[in-house]
């Protein structure tokens, strides 16, 4: 691996850290303000689509999209992407400023990879455009959802058409204004083989039969604009030209998509933690107590080292996970990008956490970002699959590459 960026990645980086200084710091508290003042918390503030249209125009715009989605986005690798996804990761809002964030990003690359051209054009291109937003539909309350399989939401075909019924929650995306169309995965064919009986469709967000029945908070964070949604989907009929792919082809399309978003996270996360970091340091050049700033404390001196050791193992592995992902693919880098995620986003807590405790009560107060990275950091262990589901396969794998059979 080489660790020196081509010309393009800095140039972006540049770019990218030029903007974030111009447009984004400077917004930040501006942005936080008009959400509190705002009579719909789930619409996005005005400034939004102000720096959206800076950002096309900087050629900053669907930086996540490989090269062979081009025309649409940058045609970057998962290498080149990494430090400029980093980079948006400081401030939590700014992805959808670049058209990056999640849950757009995983839709978005089911739709190009596996989408009819209809679906493109009618939810793609909007998408690409950032004219609306998505929402993917997976996790369920009533069954462990870090095993796929269990997920039972039931799509039966009748006729021309697919009646769906079921329950999900922590549907990331749906309680914002601008969400449009849901991606949901469930079951079309329960005595197929264990990985053939789930299914992913469109599910427009107004389909009669569809309803949002609250927002769900993650560690006491309703994450507007955007949200986490519990859905109910009582006799939903959708047409059969809205099934993805075909059926029984729900877990094919939900690794594909996955393998990409976990380490998207990954590299936010690195830059939550770097933000938090830096955030430390000026606290503790600031701060004084006992008759010295904290930053002659031998003891936060020892933490302040940890901190920017881990993040900085961090970064390395989530570099290394996303060029193995480029040379050999996804499913050759599996055990990589496994293990970015479980390191990644344990890292970001405990470094957020040692910031908030240099802060004080400070740091748990709404007047800093930190309890919020936090709240992220601490959620991200669980979504896109949990630490422990991580383990188990990778230890799995691990096992079977490094015994020997005669």
């Known amino acids: 691996m080489n660790f020196e960026f081509n010309q393009t990645t800095q140039t972006l980086i540049k770019s990218v850290e030029d903007f974030m200084q111009q447009h984004i710091y400077p917004n930040d508290q501006i942005y936080r303000e008009q959400l509190l003042t705002s009579t719909n918390k789930w619409q996005t503030p005005d400034l939004m689509s102000d720096l959206k249209e800076k950002a096309k125009s900087a050629g900053l715009w669907n930086l996540f999209l490989p090269k062979e989605y081009l025309p649409h986005g940058a045609g970057l690798t998962n290498l080149e992407y990494a430090p400029l996804c980093e980079l948006m990761g400081r401030v939590l809002w700014s992805g959808e400023v670049f058209n990056c964030s999640a849950p757009d990003t995983g839709n978005m690359e089911v739709l190009a990879k596996y989408g009819t051209d209809a679906q493109k054009e009618q939810w793609l291109t909007p998408l690409l455009n950032g004219d609306i937003r998505s929402a993917f539909a997976m996790t369920e309350p009533a069954v462990a959802s870090s095993d796929a399989t269990n997920i039972e939401t039931n799509i039966q075909r009748e006729g021309d058409n697919y009646v769906i019924n079921g329950r999900k929650w922590y549907t990331s995306g749906a309680m914002n204004a601008s969400c449009k169309i849901l991606i949901v995965m469930g079951k079309t064919d329960p005595s197929a083989p264990k990985h053939q009986q789930q299914s992913q469709i469109l599910v427009p967000l107004d389909t009669p039969g569809v309803s949002v029945v609250r927002p769900l908070a993650a560690m006491g ?47 936010r996360l690195i830059g939550c933690a770097q933000r938090a970091l830096e955030m430390a340091c000026e606290r503790v050049n600031e701060r004084v107590a006992f008759g010295l700033p904290l930053a002659k404390k031998q003891s936060v001196r020892e933490s302040i080292a940890t901190m920017y050791c881990n993040i900085e193992q961090a970064r390395l592995l989530t570099f290394k996970a996303a060029d193995q992902m480029d040379i050999y693919g996804n499913k050759v880098a599996k055990n990589m990008i496994a293990a970015i995620k479980i390191i990644a986003p344990k890292m970001a807590c405990e470094v957020i956490d040692e910031a908030i405790q240099m802060h004080g009560a400070l740091g748990t107060s709404q007047d800093t970002e930190l309890s919020a990275l936090y709240a992220y950091a601490r959620t991200i262990r669980l979504a896109d699959g949990p630490d422990q589901v991580h383990m188990m396969q990778l230890g799995r794998n691990v096992i079977a590459q490094n015994t020997r059979t005669e």
Do not use: K, W
Not at 238 to 261: D, H, K, W
């Open 221 to 267: 964070f309703y994450d507007e604009p955007i949200g986490h949604a519990e859905v109910l989907f009582d006799n939903v009929v959708v047409p059969s030209t809205n099934m993805i792919l075909g059926e029984g082809r729900g877990f094919e399309i939900a690794q594909g998509r996955l393998g990409p978003g976990r380490i998207h996270h990954c590299m």
